[in-house]
């Protein structure tokens, strides 16, 4: 057996029937499916890698705050961050092999090819751009091939482009067609989410970087075929139209739950003396609360909130890494992790792209702002996209196949196991 998956970014089924042109979807089996909730990178991933949802695998966004160390964690590649089987597993014990390009929390010893980003930050500012690579040698070896090392600037920042994914399918096709890829070969093809979170996905930009996945799609596919190999194809999560951000640290802070450092006249979160603090990531907030007496009145706080859907509670979503209270914004909101009002006391993070240091998601990462040089937008009125639910038809995700697909396939999670089966038979 031998398969290639490839999970495109933001990739809805109705914006793919909207927009499809290229003749290769013809010869694949196209449905619409389900997402898992929270309908973000990481939960997505985690959930098709294992079968599971995410209060049973960990990933419940795509960082989560630490209650020991009272610290986020957000996009730590490590495998072993998400539990549960993986789908391979026994495909695997029985001598099959899997690579992973690109892939979030890919990094382990659960597969045989791994191509991760793994830049080195210097301490002085500044970063090394460098790949993490197994077998050792394997990145270099294609960029030599391709012609041209994996710009990182393109992959997430006010730079961000298809030309990540041209590198990424170009190194996938390379190892498919010279036969150096693994049995199981899962890739992320990421741009297409860029322009649908800058400029909305009813904006010529997204259509624009629609037909150039389609052409890296493509490029998977002919070598696919040409190796030999079945295709998968499936999207994570829909981004539709952001139109109000929502801050849920200035209500804790004003509140009096949220408290801050002032250091030199900028402003940090005190997480150790704070008695309720939320770690945000697009339409979806855990609020992590250090007394539980204080989840009732902490809720009562966001009652009459615009932009919220609704309130869980950790009963609800029961996993450890949740927050005690879950919000889920509505349709046309989206959470932004701020709790300063001045942008002369926004923390130094704030102004760069520092996806690690940031204790929430930050897509105003994807804009460059005028001053300070070189820095990026603290404005949140710029997004225009935005993602995270999963209740409604315009949530759905694409799956495609070069096999006949199961006809009980229904959602990410039912594509998982299907693909587990596969494997094993």
């Known amino acids: 057996m031998k398969l290639l998956v490839v999970q495109v970014a933001a990739l809805s089924y109705e914006f793919w029937q909207k927009h499809t ?8 089996n196209t449905k619409n499916v389900k997402t898992v909730f929270p309908a973000l990178t990481c939960p997505v991933q985690a959930s098709f890698r294992t079968g599971l949802p995410p209060a049973e695998h960990g990933m419940i966004a795509n960082g989560f705050y630490d209650r020991k160390m009272h610290k986020t964690f957000f996009w730590e590649q490590a495998s072993s961050l998400y539990d549960g089987k993986r789908i391979w597993e026994k495909f695997r014990k029985n001598g099959g092999t899997v690579g992973q390009i690109c892939w979030q929390q890919s990094i382990g010893r659960d597969s045989d090819l791994i191509l991760s980003p793994a830049p080195i930050h210097k301490h002085h500012g500044g970063m090394i751009q460098a790949f993490y690579s197994e077998p050792d040698g394997l990145y270099s070896a294609l960029c030599k091939k391709i012609g041209r090392e994996f710009d990182l600037h393109t992959y997430w920042g006010p730079f961000t482009s ?10 996938a096709s390379n190892l498919l067609v010279s036969n150096e890829a693994t049995d199981l070969l899962l890739v992320y093809i990421p741009h297409l989410d860029y322009d649908l979170q800058k400029f909305g996905p009813g904006s010529k930009k997204s259509v624009t970087a629609f037909e150039q996945m389609e052409k890296e799609v493509e490029r998977l596919f002919v070598s696919a075929k040409v190796a030999g190999y079945e295709v998968l194809v499936f999207g994570d999560y829909a981004i539709t139209e952001a139109h109000q951000p929502i801050f849920p640290n200035r209500i804790l802070l004003d509140a009096g739950f949220l408290v801050e450092r002032n250091v030199h006249g900028r402003l940090y979160p005190d997480l150790y003396a704070s008695r309720a603090f939320a770690v945000v990531d697009h339409q979806i907030a855990h609020i992590h609360i250090a007394d539980k007496n204080d989840i009732r009145p902490v ?14 509670t950790r009963n ?3 996993n450890e890494r949740c927050g005690d209270i879950i919000m889920e914004a509505a349709a046309g909101s989206w959470f932004s992790y701020k709790w300063w009002d001045k942008p002369s006391e926004a923390p130094d993070y704030a102004t760069h792209v520092d996806i690690h240091n940031k204790p929430g998601f930050d897509p105003c990462e994807l804009f460059m702002s005028l001053w300070p040089p070189m820095s990026v937008s603290q404005d949140d009125s710029k997004i225009k996209g935005t993602h995270g639910s999963s209740y409604l038809p315009e949530h759905d995700v694409l799956c495609g196949t070069t096999f006949e697909m199961d006809s009980h396939v229904s959602s990410i999670l039912d594509a998982a196991g299907m693909t587990s089966a596969m494997l094993e038979n």
């Open 21 to 28: 042109r290229a003749n290769f979807w013809k010869k694949l």
């Open 162 to 171: 298809e030309a990540s994914s041209k590198w990424i399918s170009s190194a």
């Open 299 to 312: 809720a009562e706080l966001f009652d009459d909130v615009k932009g919220l859907l609704r309130i869980l």
């Open 316 to 318: 609800e979503i029961n």
